[in-house]
């Protein structure tokens, strides 16, 4: 699969306690809202998450990927350093 806008496939490690349970493949929609609501598209079933804890988002012309928090009470990491609220983070 090919990531959005570009040739590169993406996906998504999932980590607990430093162990590797797998990896999700991304569709092809242009974002993916991650948190604990039921309607995200990746439920985060933790009590450190907020309900609508971050957004993954591509560029639609180049495919790049960005992290999006949204001002989560507990913040998102990128390789542990906590990334700025309300800011697009290129990954």
Known sequence: MQGP???VEYRL???KSGSSLGTRPLSHQGQHVFGRQPTCDFVLEHPSASRLHAVLQFNAGTGAAYLYDN???HGSFVNKQRVQPRVYVPL
Do not use: D, I, R
Request: glycine share 22%; no cysteine.
């Open 71 to 73: 001002a989560s009470t």
């Open 13 to 15: 490690e999932v980590l």
């Open 5 to 7: 806008g570009g040739s």
